[in-house]
């Protein structure tokens, strides 16, 4: 993209090329020259080919400096600059652990005049270098992003949105459960490269994630081998008694597999969980569970202009008595198993001109088996569960994705012009096997107030095909003014409507010195179409019977049913607006005030249609004439969401690999389908309008990893404060009592503070970090005992305590 100087002062013409360090064009990347006699500087920005042009007034001596965040950055490189045309070509670095004393700097990048999203990029030193629990696991690292919060199950929420709301990325792909829309896999932080989230209003490539997008990207091999390992050394725990806590080794090899060609990188990371319930009696209260993850990634350079990417992404998980709790007991766990088989593979060919051709094809697999302790009936106390669980579930899923990108060449026409339009097709297919056995609610005295027992086939089948094609314009008016224009449209088998989102958005520079740039715009997105939602008429219903003090019979046995009576319907959709203000303060502390706002609207949802007198009452059902029923739901698109946020964030890089990060946000997120009523969720529900679970109106997040006076020292710390998530209460019989969601956690808060040291030993680099999390020991409960009438009513459980952690890590040859 050129971005010129008057053309009467132009005589010196640059053409040049930004490359990474394995031969990647580098796109988006600002490359300014100076030149220090006269201060006159000349700036660029490389298009998605890594190209660059531009003209200097004069020929001489001039110093460059090449950002991109992601990776480090170049700076006080000198080019001696002569008449007519200058070619040039500059190799960056991705940002990689470095365990020599180099003095580099990763730049952020939060000024980025080349999009008009508002994005956050985290690099993988960062998902290293932060001290959050469980630091062996992605999922575990998303909390320190400003705008993501993690709830108390460990689910991940971008913006607001559900967890089934995000599009989750890898090299590209969508990673999403096929069935749960959720971010299942396990990937090891050491693999990853770069974690980037955009809030709410994507460019018309990305649909499907009306909370927006999360792309990971893996870490890719150079021309050096490259090795280390983590956590080699099981962990030893206190808890009634000495035991090994946890153990959670990770190893990651990269290297060439051809120097100048090809190249790989292999992470494999192990975790041995033994996890202990404070509040349960001595051998019936620890559980242990086996997970293993491996991430194999490939590039491999055809030829200068084409490059094809390729890899796999397998795990599996064995966790025996799952769901182990202090209201939970042995007897009511699951035996849980699961595996994923995750492979893609990607081409790129460059042409001249800024022109891209990109087509791939991923597979996902996933099977999830869990088993009950045994087959008495699931009984729900005032005092917590007894009996066993009611689910027996096999379940497998699959998606098929093939997607084609393409970059046009740019053109000038009232500026500059960057079209990228693509296709994205994706079959998804669903299959399971459950059986369920009963639920029973009793009262204090234990005796039986309901009893729901579930019959039915729970076998079945269901796919879908999906169809999206979108183009976009990047638009550079003038140097500093990019406007983002766009259109996508989905469509797929089961809804079978034709969605059209248009996408606008806008970035200003209002300096010269493009250090402050402002930014916003509005996206319409649809979610995907759920299988999960659409597959519950097929599934098994429930029939409840209500009983007296006494015993006696009250009521029932009552059906509980759902259907489908309208296939017809919209699609649910969003729309969602944003606007930003960002600027580049002295010493590269960078600052961004973000406001986000999201409102969905035809959402689905089942709703009980003998409440509002909608629905036709069958007068034959399962044999029985006139039965009795407790719900018929039916699936209709009432579901209204909102969102909205104000987010304040102040983020510098320091000398070498140093960081800090601080952030505010306020929020409000609500639904008026807070649960989402299905027949594992036996809850009887009135009024389900409220606060979405994982709403936090205040939250401050500040993480750092900071120099010491003391060589090969360091600070890194992790500090959290916000809200506490909002419950419900509900009687004995499983009815919600009151506005869902009414009553909250007390406010949670959360500082790790840790000391790293790096050593040369025998010719080796090692880090030795140790530190405690939740330092100040402060409780934050993740259970509660919500049921009125129970002498624990309103206790809670469950947290982080204070944990003295040691981590060890081989970083490789001195």
């Not at 360090?21 to 006269?38: C, H, K, L």
């Not at 200097?56 to 991109?68: H, L």
């Not at 290293?128 to 919060?149: E, F, H």
């Not at 966790?319 to 994923?340: K, N, Y």
Request: hydrophobic residues 35%.
């Amino acid at each position: 993209m050129m971005i010129p100087l008057p053309a009467a002062m132009a005589e010196v013409r640059l053409n040049g090329r930004i490359l990474s360090e394995t031969n990647s064009p580098v796109g988006g990347a600002r490359i300014t020259f100076t030149q220090p006699a006269s201060g006159v500087s000349v700036n660029a920005i490389s298009d998605p080919t890594g190209n660059f042009s531009a003209a200097a007034p004069a020929p001489g001596s001039y110093q460059v400096d090449v950002d991109r965040e992601g990776f480090f950055r170049l700076t006080g490189k000198r080019v001696d600059l002569k008449d007519g045309a200058n070619e040039l070509q500059f190799v960056l670095n991705r940002v990689r652990e470095e365990v020599q004393s180099v003095d580099v700097t990763a730049n952020p990048g939060a000024v980025d005049m080349d999009r008009t999203t508002p994005q956050l990029r985290l690099s993988g030193n960062d998902l290293i270098n932060v001290p959050y629990p469980s630091t062996n696991t992605l999922r575990n690292a998303l909390r320190i992003m400003p705008g993501v919060v993690q709830d108390g199950r460990g689910g991940v929420h971008l913006y607001g949105g559900a967890e089934e709301q995000t599009l989750y990325t890898l090299e590209g792909f969508q990673i999403n459960d096929p069935l749960t829309g959720r971010f299942e896999s396990r990937i090891g932080v050491e693999s990853v490269s770069s974690l980037e989230t955009t809030a709410g209003r994507p460019t018309a490539e990305y649909g499907k994630g009306s909370s927006g997008v999360l792309a990971v990207r893996a870490r890719t091999g150079d021309d050096k081998i490259r090795y280390s390992a983590t956590n080699f050394i099981p962990g030893i725990d206190h808890q009634k008694g000495w035991m090994i806590g946890g153990w959670t080794p990770r190893l990651n090899f990269s290297g060439p597999w051809k120097t100048g060609r090809a190249w790989f990188s292999d992470s494999v990371d192990l975790q041995y969980n033994n996890t202990v319930i404070p509040e349960l009696p001595r051998g019936q209260d620890s559980t242990a569970s086996w997970r293993v993850g491996n991430l194999f990634h490939n590039q491999i350079n055809l030829n200068p202009s084409n490059i094809l990417h390729m890899g796999s992404l397998l795990n599996f998980w064995y966790a025996p008595r799952s769901g182990l709790g202090a209201l939970d007991p042995r007897e009511t766990t699951l035996d849980h198993r699961s595996r994923q088989y995750f492979t893609y593979i990607k081409d790129q060919q460059y042409f001249s001109r800024g022109a891209v051709l990109e087509v791939g094809y991923a597979n996902n697999r996933t099977f999830g088996r869990d088993i009950p302790q045994g087959h008495d009936i699931y009984v729900v106390t005032p005092f917590g569960k007894l009996g066993n669980n009611f689910i027996d579930a096999n379940r497998k899923a699959g998606r098929d994705q093939w997607l084609a990108n393409m970059f046009l060449p740019v053109f000038s026409f009232l500026g500059e012009h960057q079209f990228k339009t693509g296709l994205d097709l994706d079959r998804v297919s669903y299959w399971q096997n459950v059986r369920r056995s009963g639920v029973e609610y009793t009262s204090v005295t234990l005796a039986p107030v309901r009893r729901t027992l579930y019959r039915g086939n729970g076998e079945f089948r269901r796919t879908n095909f999906e169809a999206a094609a979108y183009l976009q314009d990047s638009w550079r008016v003038r140097r500093r003014l990019l406007l983002e224009l766009g259109i996508r449209t989905d469509r797929d088998q089961i809804l079978r409507n034709w969605n059209f989102s248009p996408r606008m958005g806008f970035a200003w520079a209002p300096f010269a010195n493009d250090r402050t740039k402002i930014s916003g715009g509005f996206a319409r997105i649809f979610d995907s179409t759920s299988l999960r939602i659409f597959t519950r008429p097929e599934d098994q219903f429930a029939i409840s019977t209500y009983f007296e003090p006494d015993g006696a019979v009250a009521r029932g046995p009552a059906f509980s049913i759902y259907r489908i009576e309208n296939p017809k319907l919209a699609s649910p959709r969003y729309h969602n607006w944003n606007l930003g203000i960002e600027h580049e303060f002295p010493r590269l502390v960078q600052g961004r005030v973000n406001f986000v706002s999201r409102r969905g609207s035809r959402g689905f949802t089942y709703i009980n249609g003998l409440q509002c007198d909608c629905v036709n009452v069958p007068a034959y059902f399962d044999g029985i004439h006139n039965p009795v029923f407790d719900a018929i739901y039916n699936l209709s698109t009432q579901r209204r969401d909102r969102y909205t946020a104000v987010e304040f964030t102040l983020r510098q890089p320091i000398r070498r690999q140093y960081e800090w990060l601080f952030s505010y946000t306020r929020s409000r997120a609500r639904s008026n389908a807070v649960v989402d009523q299905s027949i594992d969720e036996p809850l009887l529900i009135g009024d389900n309008a409220g606060a979405l679970p994982w709403d936090t109106p205040n939250r401050w997040m500040s993480w750092g990893y900071l120099p010491t006076p003391f060589r090969n020292w360091a600070v890194a710390y992790l500090a959290e404060w916000r809200t506490g998530f909002p419950y419900s209460v509900q009687d004995g019989y499983g009815q919600i009592i009151g506005q869902v969601n009414a009553y909250r956690y007390n406010a949670f808060f959360e500082l790790n503070l840790f000391l790293e040291r790096r050593i040369a030993f025998r010719d080796q680099w090692w880090g030795v970090r140790f530190g405690f999390n939740n330092i100040t020991n402060h409780k934050n409960p993740n259970v509660v005992n919500n049921v009125i009438g129970s002498p624990q009513f309103l206790q809670t459980f469950g947290g982080q305590t204070r944990a003295f952690n040691v981590r060890i890590r081989w970083l490789g040859k001195k």
